[in-house]
T-cell receptor
Framework: GENVEQHPSTLSVQEGDSAVIKCTYS??????FPWYKQELGKGPQLIID?????GEKKDQRIAVTLNKTAKHFSLHITETQPEDSAVYFC???????????????FGTGTRLTIIP | NAGVTQTPKFQVLKTGQSMTLQCAQD?????MYWYRQDPGMGLRLIYY???????DKGEVPNGYNVSRLNKREFSLRLESAAPSQTSVYFC????????????FGPGTRLTVT
């Protein structure tokens, strides 16, 4: 089955600096790569996702890049703010095109701390 | 819209006891999922249901059973709880046609002593 590795497990950055979290996946058939943010005591929430036919996607301060050849994808957060402190999970899925009931394989998470 | 709701929020069981975790969604989603979250291991899929009346095993199904009661509700049952099942359990739901997002509930923190 699919295996997703995520690094680093913890990351501390000064407020205003950028943060980068990286994930690698094992199955070249994976075609959907979401990133979830989990705040303390809450369930994960989708913040951005990318499909295998796209190399980069941006949403305000958040961007995701995908390198299919190397089988890795990364989350970039610019101009970090205290509210960005949370645990971030990457995931990969081998769902059939056009069907949304994907089985996601998650990475082990990155605890991001923004230092004021 | 309440989204995905889970009950209870916290539970302590003794080894061998049974219990059912309840999950309901009001977004008219066909797909529903149960995950467990353990420190350093991310979220692992226990069971999922692609539509009402169907269920399938995920990565870690041993020791669990599920019931897709109707389109809204998907329950997870521990027949004989073990300390290894101490975890935080999340239910999620998703549409069966893009954009593939899964919506998570707030979780149930279960401790088995």
């Amino acid at each position: 089955g699919e295996n997703v590795e995520q690094h680093p497990s913890t990351l501390s950055v000064q407020e205003g600096d950028s943060a980068v979290i990286k994930c690698t996946y094992s199955d070249s058939a994976s075609n959907y790569f979401p990133w979830y943010k989990q705040e303390l005591g809450k369930g994960p929430q989708l913040i951005i996702d990318i499909r295998s036919n796209v190399g980069e996607k941006k949403d305000q301060r958040i961007a995701v890049t995908l390198n299919k050849t190397a089988k890795h994808f990364s989350l970039h957060i610019t101009e970090t703010q205290p509210e960005d402190s949370a645990v971030y999970f990457c995931a990969a899925s081998i769902g059939a095109a056009g069907f949304g009931n994907e089985k996601l394989t998650f990475g082990t998470g990155t605890r991001l701390t923004i230092i004021p | 819209n309440a989204g995905v709701t889970q009950t209870p929020k916290f539970q302590v069981l003794k080894t061998g006891q049974s219990m059912t975790l309840q999950c309901a969604q009001d977004m008219n989603h066909n797909s529903m999922y149960w995950y467990r979250q353990d420190p350093g291991m991310g979220l692992r899929l226990i069971y999922y249901s692609a539509s009402e009346g169907t269920t399938d095993k995920g990565e870690v199904p041993n020791g669990y059973n599920v019931s897709r009661l109707n389109k809204r509700e998907f329950s997870l049952r521990l027949e004989s709880a073990a300390p290894s099942q101490t975890s935080v359990y999340f239910c999620a739901s998703g549409r069966d046609r893009g954009p593939y997002e899964q919506y998570f509930g707030p979780g149930t923190r279960l401790t088995v002593t």
